[in-house]
């Protein structure tokens, strides 16, 4: 069955850098586009950013472009996302998620989660 | 960027009840728009995908449609277990947002 799992969240100084880890099985990694989204304590969700399958396009939240880079090794069957200059305010739950098709159809599969707290 | 406004925010309605829930994006996203539920401490789930196709194994009480700019959600006969935060999102063009959410609760 289709699993997400993710890694490398935790506490971290304001300025500081985080690199997130998303490890895919149970489907064929390369075909599909994924996200990245994300949930501040007791908020909505905000998507984060998006590669598509052969990781061509990629594209960010306002919030975030210029500090955060999202990419993926189909190799490893991983998708990652770079966090750096990291600011109280991204502290959330991280979730990646797999599109359901090549094209834009929305997340079919999530992860579990990833907790970021950015504090001094 | 596309705003995507979703109404009503909160919404308390009972077991057997028939509710509707609208988001209204701020230009044309032709049809791309998803619809998820999230419960407490757990990942979103997909419901509806293309504006109103059915994910697949979701329940077929829930169904989703669009008229030009305004996409609904409708669940036609509400179970215990869809009382949950329900959210749009456009896939048109960058950036991917969200609805703020509606949290339906139990009457």
């Known amino acids: 069955q289709v699993q997400l799992v993710e890694s490398g969240g935790g506490v971290v100084q304001p300025g500081g850098s985080l690199r997130l880890s998303c490890a895919a099985s149970?489907?064929?990694?390369?075909?599909?586009?994924m996200h990245w989204v994300r949930q501040a304590p007791g908020k909505g969700l905000e998507w984060v950013a998006f590669i598509r399958s052969d990781g061509s396009n990629k594209g960010y939240a306002d919030s975030v472009r210029g500090r955060f880079t999202i990419s993926r090794d189909n190799s490893k069957r991983k998708l990652f996302l770079q966090m750096d200059s990291l600011r109280p305010e991204d502290t959330a739950v991280y979730y990646c998620?797999?599109?359901?098709?090549?094209?834009?159809?929305?997340?079919?599969?999530w992860g579990q989660g990833s907790l970021v707290m950015v504090s001094s | 960027d596309i705003q995507l406004t979703q109404s009503p925010s909160f919404l308390s309605a009972s077991v057997g009840d028939r509710v509707t829930i609208t988001c209204r994006a701020s230009q044309d996203i032709n049809i791309y728009l998803a619809w998820y539920q999230q419960k407490p401490g757990k990942a979103p789930k997909l419901l509806i995908y293309a504006a109103s196709t059915l994910q697949s194994g979701v329940p077929s009480r829930f169904s989703g449609s669009e008229s030009a700019t305004e996409f609904t959600l409708t669940i036609s006969s509400l179970q215990p277990e869809d009382f949950a935060t329900y959210y749009c999102q456009q896939l048109n063009s960058y950036p991917y947002t969200f609805g703020q959410g509606t949290k339906l609760e139990i009457k």
């Open positions: 149970g489907f064929t990694f390369n075909n599909y586009a």
């Open positions: 998620a797999k599109d359901r098709s090549a094209s834009l159809q929305g997340g079919d599969y």
